[in-house]
Structures are given as C-alpha cells and as structure tokens.
C-alpha cells in the first residue's frame, strides 16, 4: 500500500507561483510512476503532469498542454516525495490538485492509478 498526503495549496494572484509537494509513505516511491491530476468544480478529474520511474538518471515526463512551459514535476526517491512547480498560473487553473502514484509507467487516464492523496485545494485569483 502506498498513502499520498498533498499539501502546499492555497489562494494566489494571477501570475503567481505556487509548490505543490506530495509525501509518500508505505513503499518507497522509486518504482512507481507519479502524477499530477486537478478536478475543477462540475468538471471532470484531468492530468495535469506525470514523471515515470526509471533506473537511471532519466525520467519519462508528460505534462498536459494546458500547462506546458508553466508547471514542472520533479521527484525526490530519497525522501519519497514529489513537487509540481506551478508558475505563471491562470483562473482557470484553480481546482483541487491530486497526486496519484501507479506502478512503472505514466499514463493520463485517472482509472489507470491504485492510489491517491485527498487532495489540495489551488485558488487563483484574478
């Protein structure tokens, strides 16, 4: 079993910065693929960025074109943890960002990953 506990979001202006973190615990992270997913209200959960396990020094990275260029996700296997750098955000980025963890491979479809955090709500202000 692995639990995902987010936090690191919170109500920020347009044009701001916010540092999502995603802390792991029951397995370590480094065989497992981990993403990013935000759901806005009355709209579906959707992928946002993704970082694939890897062996060596090269990671698979995926991000939705919705923010490419604005967000980056990186990962930390010592301390079992992962970020997802957020700048330049828009209104429209404001939902509650999930992270989410599955093993070895990045995939964009939510159905695809056993586990989840609670979540953490983003609010950006115009």
């Known amino acids: 079993q692995v639990q995902l506990v987010e936090s690191g979001g919170g109500l920020v202006q347009a044009g701001g910065s916010v540092r999502l973190s995603c802390a792991a615990s029951?397995?370590?992270?480094?065989?497992?693929?981990m993403a990013w997913f935000r759901q806005a209200p009355r709209k579906e959960r959707e992928f946002v960025a993704g970082?694939?396990?890897?062996?060596?020094?090269?990671?698979?990275?995926d991000y939705a074109d919705s923010v490419k260029g604005r967000f980056t996700i990186s990962r930390d296997n010592a301390n079992n943890t992962v970020y997802l750098q957020m700048d330049s955000l828009k209104p429209e980025d404001t939902a509650v960002y999930y992270c989410?963890?599955?093993?070895?491979?990045?995939?964009?479809?939510?159905?695809?990953?056993?586990?989840w955090g609670q979540g953490t709500q983003v609010t950006v202000s115009s």
């Open positions: 029951g397995r370590t992270l480094s065989r497992y693929a």
């Open positions: 989410a963890a599955r093993f070895r491979a990045v995939v964009a479809v939510a159905s695809e990953y056993a586990y």
């Open positions: 970082l694939s396990w890897s062996a060596g020094s090269t990671s698979y990275v």
